[in-house]
C-alpha cells in the first residue's frame, strides 16, 4: 500500500490506493480545513506536494500560480503513490500569502523541539493534597501549597484568586489528585490552572508582533505541533508605516493606549479565528503564551511608552521582559496564562530577532560564521559564531513592502510578483498574484523588474532611466521618466515605476548592504568569512537571488549559501513556547549579542553612499555574473 | 493658656480661653467634619467632651440623648478650660450609632502600635536607580529590578504592567530616585507603587466584614492615626440574615459572584464615601487594606464557596489568606494595593476573632486568664492566656440584633434602647434612640426591659408572664401574652413583647452562656478563674452588666472584671494595617488557637438547657445581687 506523509508534522500512514486525502489526514491525525465542507468550492484545502504525486481532480477553482507552486486541492485529490504533501498552516484570505505555510521549511528540523524537550512555561503535572480532616487548622488553601511545595520546592506560590474560588470544588471532585499548570521562575511558582483531569490536548500560542503583519499560531504543546496559523495585517498600520512614525504617533498615554488597543484586537481575532475553525478550543485550554516582535512592538503590546528607544541614550524599558499573566495584558487565552515575551538586546534589535536566531547555527554554536538578515520595513543583522554574536539594524524604508512606490503595494491580490523583460524591446510581461489584472507591484516584483531593466540596459547605475526613446516602455515627462508596465486607461492610473521610485529602492537596497559591510567591517572581516547568510522575514522568501545580486541587495556568495528561513520571528516564538531549553537558549544568545548603533559606527555613512549605486560603485564587489569574487 | 487636647488621636495644643473648637481643632491637626459649614445646622459636626468642659451654646439640634452622653456641637463650642475631647470618627446616617466613636474606648493604648511599629504592607522606601547608559544592554526595568534588590534583598520582584508602563517617564522625572511601595513576603517583593515624589499623607483602609453591618476605616497610615469611619448595613442582609443562611443562600457560582458583589459594593460605597469626605483623597493613594471578617464573610468577599464550612469535616478554603491585589479582589483602592486578611483558625472563629484579640491581653501573653466574647449574631468565645488558648462559636441567632421579636428592630432611631419599669404597677418609661416616637425595641432595650421585669415578678423564670391581671401591661389573648410598652392605635401596631419572643431570648442567652461554661469546663475551670471578661461587637456597648448578669447572659462576675472593647476587629484590623509586628501577631496568635467544635463537645447541650431559664436552672451560679460566689 502506498504511504502518505504529512508535512511539516511528518504524520506517516499506509493506505490503499484511491484513499482520499482527508480519509488519509483524518486517519494520520493531520488537521486540514475545509471550510465548504469538500465541495471543492472554496479553495482553502490547499496542499503541497513535496515529493511523489497526488491524483488531482482539477476543476478549475485553483489559480495557475498556485497550481504551478505545486498545490491542489486536498478534498479532489486521492493517494495513487507514495507521496508527501505539506499542509499549509494557514491560508490568508488572499490568494498568495503563503509565508505561514512554508516559514518552517528553511529551518532545519533539528533545531525545533524534539519530543524530550518539551516544556511549555506552565506544565502540567498531577500532584496529591492531602484529604481535609476535621479539625487540623488547615484550609483547602493551605494544603494545596504544601502538595504543590512537596512536589517542586517553591518559597512563594501565587495562585490567581480565580482558581482559589474553584479550588475547594476541583479538590473534591478529584479526591485531592489535581492536574496543577505551574511556572517556576525565581523561586515563585505561578500557578496557571488547577483541574481534576487533565485534557487531551493542551494549547499554546506563538505570536510574531511584525510592524506590518501580526502571524499567530495555535500550537498543540502537547504533541509539540503545530495546529493552525493566522496571518493578518497589525491593525496599527494606519498609525505609520514603519517603526519610527509609530513611536512618534504613540507620544502621549491616550495614543500608547490606543496602538496597545489595536494590536491587541489584531492579536485576540487570531487567537479567536484560531479557536473557532479548530473545534472551537476554549479560550481557558490556551494555557500557554510566547511573543516575539521589535523592540518598539513589544513596548507598544505592553503599552510602554516607546519614545526613550530613540531619545539618547536610547534606553527600552524592557530588555528581559518579565512574566505577566494574559489577564493584565488583555491576551484572551486563559486569563491566567503568562505570556514569555523574546528579549530584546537594543532600540532596534529585539524579540524577532533573538527568537529568529533559534532558526539558524548560531543556536548550534558552531565556529562558521553566519550572517543572519530579517528584511523587512527595518532591516535586522546578526553576524557571529559561537565565539561573538554582534547585532545592528538599518531602517530600510518601506521600499520592499510596496510603501514609497507610487503603484507599490503590499504582496497581496492584484500585486504584479515577478516580470518577464524583453531586453530588445524592453516590453515586460507580468505575473500578477491570485491571477487577475494587476493593481500594482510588491517587493519581488520591484526587483525581479529593476534587475533586468539593468541587465538590459534600460536603466544605468544610477537607476536613470534610458531616455533615448528606443524603449516605447520608457515614457519621459520634463525631467522625470517612468517604465510603464500597464498603460493608464480611463479611470485606471495603471501600474508603472518612476525615477524617484527606484531612487526609494536604492536607498533602502543601499541601507541594508552598507549595514552588513559595517558590521562584517568592524570584526575585520568581509563577505568572504561568510558561511551560511540567512534571509528572514516574510519578502525573503518571493525574492529570486540572482536578481538581488545583480541589484547589490544580496553580496555575491554562492547560492547555496543562501538560506531563506522565512518567519523566523513566529518559529522562533513557537520553538520558546514549546521547550525550556529553547527559552534558555534564547536568553543565553539575546545576552551574548553585542549591540552596535551603525548611527555611531565610523564609515557606515561612507559604505552606505559607496552603495547607493546598482550594483555598487565598487564593481569588484559584483564583478560578473557568477564569478563573484566572494564565492568559494 | 488653656490645653486642649483630641481623642483618640491624643492632638494636643494650647489656646486662648474663647478660641473656637474648630480653631482649636485646625490648630492641632485634627480632623472634624463640617457638613453645614459651621452653621450649627446640621449636627454633624458633634464631638464628646470626655474631661473638663466646653463652652456649648446650644442651639437645640442636638438631641438630649446625645447630650445626655456629653456630645456638643463643635461648631458652637469655645474652649474655656483644660479639655479633652473625643471626635466620633463617624457619625451614621441615623442617631445613636456611635459605635465607631468609641470602638477603641475600652482598649487599652498600649495594645495599639507605636511610631516605631509603623510599617505597612506595602511601605515606602527612597532608591536610587542607575542612570541609563548608552548600549549597557539594560532597559529601565533591569536597573529597577537591581535597585529593589540592592535596597533589600529579593528572590523575585513582581512588578504590575501598569507601573511598568509608568516607570520610563518616572524614572525620568526623578532622575532615578524615585519612592517605591514595595510589600516582601517569601522572598518575592510585590511593588504597590513608584513615585517620583513622596506623599504628604500615605493612607490604608482597615474594613470589618460583619454579617450584619461593615466598617470601613480610612487611616493615615504615615502619622498612624484613623481619619473617619463609615459603617454600614452588609447590602447581603437581604440574602439571610446569619452567617447559615447566607451559606444556604451561596449555594452555586452565580449567588455566590452575586454575594460577592454586595459586600464589594458595601466595602467600596464607603470606600468612596470616605475619600469623598476626606477631600477627595485619589484612589491611588490608598495602598494598604487590611480585613477582618468571619469565615464565612470572608470567603464570600472573595467569591470562594463557604458551603463546605459547614458541611463535615468543616473545611474552609482559607484559613491564612494569600495576598491579592486589590484590583483581582474589586477593591476600588490602588489597584496595586494588596490586602491583608486577618487569618481564620475554624469554620465559625474568623479574622474578625483573630484581629479582635489583638485588643486583649491575649496579645499581651499574660498568665491571667481571659475569656472574650463577640456577640452578634454568633456568638464568638475565645479563652486563655499565655499558656493556651481555646476558641468556639455558638449561634445566638438575632435576638440581640431585634431578629426573631416581633417588634424588634436594630439599634437605629425610633428604637426603644432603655427602659424604666415601675415595680408597682408594672408600666414602663421608654427611651428612644434619637428621641421622638418608639417603633420598636433593640437588643439592649429588650435586655433592660427583661431584667426588670424578672425581678418585679411580672415574668418568671421561664419567662412566662403574669397573668393574674396585676399588671394591666400584660395583655393576654386565648393561650398567648404579651407586655406591652406602646399600645396600638390606629396603623400602628405599637411596640410590645410576646412570650415567644422571651423564648428566643432565652435561647440566645443560654446559646452564649452555656458555651462559655463548656469552654471552661474543658479545661477544668469555672468562671471563678476569669481575670478579665472582654466584651466586643457593637451590641456590647450597649447592654448594661447589671441587667445581664440577672438574666444569666453575663456570669455574676465583678462589674470591674467586664471590659467592653467596642468593635474590637475593626481595631485589630487597624492595627494590622499599621504594623507589621502586629499581623504577625495575629499570625501567631491564630496559630496558637485550639478550636472547638461544641456540637461534638460532650456536656453542651445539657449546659444549654440548663441556662434555658432566667438566669439559670442552677441559682447558686447566680445568688442574690452584688454577692454571686465568682465575685472575687
Request: with cysteine; aromatic share 8%.
Amino acid at each position: 500500500m502506498p504511504q502518505i506523509t504529512f508535512l511539516p508534522g511528518k504524520l506517516v500512514c499506509e493506505v490503499e490506493v484511491g484513499t482520499s486525502v482527508p480519509e488519509a489526514a483524518e486517519r494520520c491525525g493531520a488537521v486540514i480545513s475545509y471550510p465548504c465542507a469538500c465541495k471543492g468550492a472554496c479553495a482553502k484545502c490547499i496542499v503541497r506536494v513535496e515529493r511523489g504525486s497526488l491524483d488531482f481532480a482539477d476543476n478549475g477553482k485553483l489559480s495557475f500560480d498556485l497550481k504551478r507552486q505545486g498545490f491542489v486541492l486536498a478534498c479532489r485529490s486521492s493517494v495513487s503513490e507514495d507521496v508527501e504533501v505539506l499542509i499549509p498552516s494557514s491560508v490568508g484570505d488572499e490568494a498568495g500569502q503563503f509565508s505561514d505555510a512554508i516559514s518552517r521549511m528553511g529551518v532545519d528540523e533539528d533545531l525545533f523541539p524534539t519530543e524530550r524537550d518539551i516544556k511549555p512555561l506552565a506544565s502540567c503535572a498531577k500532584i496529591s493534597v492531602a484529604p481535609a480532616e476535621m479539625l487540623d487548622g488547615l484550609g483547602d488553601y493551605d494544603r494545596f501549597v504544601q502538595a504543590v511545595r512537596d512536589s517542586s520546592p517553591a518559597a512563594a506560590v501565587d495562585l490567581p484568586l480565580d482558581l482559589l474560588q474553584h479550588l475547594p470544588d476541583v479538590l473534591r471532585e478529584s479526591d485531592g489528585d489535581v492536574f496543577v499548570w505551574r511556572a517556576d521562575e525565581g523561586g515563585v511558582s505561578r500557578i496557571v490552572d488547577i483541574r481534576s483531569s487533565a485534557p487531551e490536548t493542551d494549547y499554546g500560542v506563538a505570536v510574531d508582533i511584525g510592524t506590518t503583519t501580526v502571524a499567530v499560531q495555535l500550537a498543540d504543546v502537547t504533541r509539540g505541533r503545530i495546529v493552525d496559523t493566522v496571518t493578518q495585517y497589525n491593525a496599527q498600520i494606519d498609525r505609520g508605516a514603519d517603526i519610527i512614525s509609530r513611536i512618534t504617533y504613540a507620544k502621549n498615554f491616550d495614543r500608547i493606549r490606543e496602538m496597545r488597543g489595536l494590536v491587541l484586537s489584531t492579536i485576540n481575532r487570531g487567537i479567536s479565528e484560531l479557536r473557532e475553525r479548530n473545534g472551537n478550543i476554549p479560550k481557558d485550554e490556551i494555557r500557554n503564551v510566547a511573543i516575539a516582535g521589535n523592540t518598539t512592538m513589544a513596548h507598544l503590546f505592553m503599552g510602554i511608552r516607546p519614545e526613550y528607544i530613540r531619545l539618547e541614550p536610547y534606553t527600552p524599558a524592557v530588555m528581559r521582559v518579565p512574566l505577566h499573566r494574559a489577564s493584565e495584558l488583555g491576551l484572551e487565552v486563559n486569563p491566567n496564562a503568562l505570556a514569555w515575551v523574546s528579549p530584546n538586546v537594543g532600540s532596534y534589535v529585539g524579540g524577532d530577532i533573538t527568537a529568529g536566531i533559534l532558526c539558524t547555527d548560531f543556536a548550534r554554536g558552531v565556529q562558521e560564521v553566519c550572517l543572519f538578515i530579517d528584511i523587512g520595513t527595518n532591516g535586522e543583522i546578526v553576524l557571529g559564531n559561537g565565539d561573538f554574536l554582534l547585532g545592528c539594524a538599518c531602517s530600510a524604508g518601506p521600499a520592499f513592502e510596496g510603501g514609497g512606490i507610487e503603484r507599490g503595494m503590499r504582496a497581496s491580490r492584484g500585486a504584479i510578483e515577478r516580470v518577464e523583460v524583453d531586453p530588445e524591446s524592453g516590453e515586460c510581461r507580468c505575473f500578477v498574484i491570485g491571477g487577475g489584472e494587476p493593481k500594482g507591484i510588491c517587493g519581488s516584483g520591484l526587483i525581479s523588474l529593476l534587475a533586468q531593466l539593468l541587465d538590459a540596459g534600460i536603466i544605468d547605475q544610477r537607476g536613470k532611466l534610458d531616455r533615448s526613446g528606443k524603449y516605447p516602455s520608457v515614457r519621459v515627462a520634463g525631467k522625470t521618466a517612468r517604465y510603464v508596465m500597464v498603460p493608464s486607461s480611463e479611470g485606471d492610473p495603471g501600474v508603472y515605476l518612476t525615477e524617484h521610485d527606484i531612487d526609494n529602492f536604492i536607498r533602502a537596497k543601499a541601507a541594508i548592504f552598507s549595514a552588513c559591510v559595517t558590521l562584517l567591517n568592524s570584526v575585520d572581516m568581509d563577505f568572504g568569512a561568510i558561511d551560511k547568510f540567512y534571509i528572514a522575514g516574510g519578502f525573503g522568501r518571493y525574492i529570486a537571488i540572482d536578481r538581488a545580486r545583480t541589484l547589490g541587495l544580496l553580496p555575491f556568495l554562492d547560492e547555496d549559501k543562501f538560506l531563506y528561513i522565512g518567519n523566523s520571528s513566529l518559529s522562533g516564538a513557537f520553538m520558546s513556547l514549546l521547550s525550556e531549553r529553547h527559552r534558555n537558549m534564547v536568553s543565553e544568545l539575546a545576552n551574548r549579542i553585542t549591540y552596535i548603533d551603525l548611527s555611531t559606527e565610523a564609515g557606515y555613512m561612507d559604505e552606505y553612499v559607496a552603495a547607493m549605486f546598482l550594483p555598487h560603485t565598487n564593481m569588484e564587489l559584483f564583478h560578473g555574473k557568477g564569478s563573484g569574487v566572494w564565492a568559494r
